[in-house]
């Protein structure tokens, strides 16, 4: 059984945009043990409305007897600020009210996680990083700390993400939030505000990260005389208050702000530029009908981090290929770790 952890950062913690949080609460879990030579992390970066327990939602890839084992590894996985899993986010008790932020919590970048991740990394005396993954905003955030902290993560995988949030993921995500803002409740500083307005949100989030093809597979009708109570209407009502009964409206608010904000190249030279700076092995793969992160995204950056492997799935899933397609995805990995490895050897061979 799994059980989650909570590091208490009492300093201030410095957001990008200049504001401050009176110390912050970052939940975590760890499986396995750190091994002597602290070489076995395995780091990964969960996505929008994930939690820490990565053994839970990325099962095939993590678990006993997977690619990454606790056996074998010392896995960790934070819960990004802002979220309801544990760490600091809009329902936390703000220390100059006394009550809860909710739209007085100050919003977050992809940065502010990556830095919080940072403090966990020292807190659990982590100095070097074996392999960093994530997808979709999970993968923002592993590519953002590949590129602040250069030389601390040796592998990196990137999986259905991107180098900056485009135009169309950010429409899908400001059409989720006008669902939200007009639901009164919103506004009524409670901690089930907005939850008719997420339930919309989800539903339409829903038609990003599938397709066509998934829902005529799962949803089509068996019988031809149906008016109405279809399937597909049906799925999306569930999906929608199974959300709600998990999240919050003002996380799903602000954490999706936060990949909104995902752009490698500000305060940089430039995007490309800043993909160039990646040290690490890397390997980026994309879902070839990716809907909400395309898959020109995924080749964008392999082309631009150098040596970077690419690699593309097909799924019947679109987005949520990423959290269903393990078994291709293992295959993908371990090769590209073996080869990482073997490149490791032939490197420190011509050196001595």
């Known amino acids: 059984m799994s059980t989650i952890h909570t590091y208490n950062y009492t300093r201030q913690f410095k957001l990008e945009n200049g504001k401050k949080l009176k110390g912050i609460e970052i939940a975590y879990h760890t499986y396995g043990k750190l091994n002597a030579n602290k070489d076995n992390v395995i780091w990964a970066c969960h996505a929008l409305t994930a939690n820490s327990d990565v053994l839970d939602w990325w099962k095939g890839l993590f678990g006993s007897n997977a690619l990454f084992n606790p056996e074998e590894h010392f896995i960790v996985c934070a819960n990004v600020l802002g979220s309801n899993y544990g760490s600091t986010n809009p329902l936390s008790i703000n220390p100059v009210t006394g009550l809860p932020y909710y739209l007085a919590f100050p919003e977050l970048t992809i940065r502010d996680f990556v830095q919080a991740h940072q403090l966990l990394a020292a807190h659990l005396a982590i100095d070097t990083i074996k392999v960093l993954i994530g997808g979709s905003l999970g993968g923002q955030q592993a590519l953002e700390w590949s590129i602040m902290e250069q030389n601390r993560i040796k592998n990196l995988i990137l999986v259905a993400s991107n180098a900056l949030h485009s135009p169309w993921g950010i429409a899908f995500n400001e059409s989720q939030r006008l669902a939200i803002s007009t639901d009164r409740t919103f506004y009524a500083q409670k901690p089930d505000g907005g939850l008719k307005g997420l339930k919309v949100a989800r539903s339409i989030a829903l038609l990003s990260y599938r397709t066509y093809d998934a829902y005529a ?4 009708e068996s019988v031809n005389d149906k008016t109405s109570g279809f399937r597909a209407a049906s799925y999306q009502n569930y999906q929608g208050e199974k959300l709600c009964n998990r999240f919050n409206a003002y996380s799903y608010w602000y954490l999706s702000k936060a990949m909104d904000s995902h752009n490698v190249g500000r305060g940089r030279k430039s995007v490309v530029d800043a993909l ?40 019947a899933f679109g987005h949520d290929g990423f959290l269903i397609e393990t078994g291709v995805l293992t295959n993908i990995i371990s090769n590209f770790l073996k080869n990482s490895t073997s490149k490791k050897i032939i490197k420190l061979h011509k050196i001595a």
């Open 217 to 220: 597979a799962t949803q089509l």
């Open 276 to 315: 160039a700076s990646v040290k690490s092995n890397t390997l980026v793969i994309g879902i070839e009908n990716d809907v909400l992160f395309p898959i020109t995204e995924q080749k964008f950056m392999s082309d631009h981090i150098k040596d970077a492997e690419f690699a593309a799935v097909a799924s």
